[in-house]
């Protein structure tokens, strides 16, 4: 079954605690990318990757960082989390239309963190 | 910067009226459109999406959009709202500018009484 997996699906954990949220697809896409859904504000882009060892930032990359080693996972880092980083988290996959053009995107279940 | 407008934060129908959920866009190039749905407590989930072609697009479950460039819009229809419509719709703009960038408005919330 073709999926976007993330995991933890929730999270709880303090101020400065570094931690990870894995995403991993297997649908071979080439495009993968994070989001946050935060109440009134829809969901903003964090990271996005293109391909293997290519990453660019997002709208809201501050505390943030992704990397790429593999074309299936593009996991998310929390160096040091703050408050303000409690959200849903959405990673998603697509494979690209053509240059610029993301085409659909396929969307994990979610990651709710809070950070106290 | 490119932005993504949906002006109805929150509706609420009754089962068989008809919705429109209104999505403009900023950006004035060609664009890839897109709307998801969001069950409570699930993923986002395409409804449909026009990349080209004709502006009317028929989406899952009888939601269609019309793409009227002119106005920058696309919004979202249904003639006859279930119950199971209850929802987040989010509309979504991919502008063919080479950022690969997929912006998302902010969400209409859809509540459909019973």
């Known amino acids: 079954e073709a999926q976007v997996t993330q995991n933890p699906r929730y999270l709880i954990t303090v101020t400065g605690k570094k931690l990870t949220v894995t995403c991993s697809q297997n649908?071979?896409?080439?495009?993968m990318s994070w989001y946050r859904q935060d109440p009134g504000l829809g969901l903003r882009q964090i990271y996005y990757s293109m391909n293997v060892e290519v990453t660019d930032k997002g709208d809201v990359p501050e505390g943030y960082k992704v990397s790429r080693k593999e074309k299936r996972n593009f996991p998310l880092i929390l160096e040091s989390p703050s408050p303000n980083q409690t959200s849903l988290y959405f990673c998603?996959?697509?494979?690209?239309?053509?240059?610029?053009?993301?085409?659909?995107?396929?969307f994990g279940e979610g990651s709710r963190l809070t950070v106290l | 910067a490119q932005s993504v407008s949906q002006h109805n934060h929150h509706v609420i129908l009754s089962e068989a009226a008809s919705l429109e959920l209104g999505c403009n866009y900023s950006y004035g190039g060609t664009v890839n459109l897109f709307w998801y749905v969001q069950y409570p407590g699930q993923h986002l989930q395409l409804l449909l999406k026009y990349f080209s072609g004709d502006p009317l697009v028929k989406g899952i479950k009888g939601f269609e959009a019309e793409f009227i460039k002119s106005k920058f819009s696309f919004n979202l229809r249904k003639p006859s709202v279930q119950w199971s419509d209850t929802a987040e719709y989010f509309c979504?703009?991919?502008?063919?500018?080479?950022?690969?960038?997929?912006?998302f408005g902010s969400g209409t919330r859809l509540l459909v009484r019973p």
């Open positions: 979504a703009v991919n502008a063919m500018d080479s950022s690969y960038k997929l912006i």
């Open positions: 649908m071979n896409h080439e495009y």
């Open positions: 998603a996959s697509s494979s690209p239309l053509a240059e610029g053009l993301t085409g659909e995107l396929f």
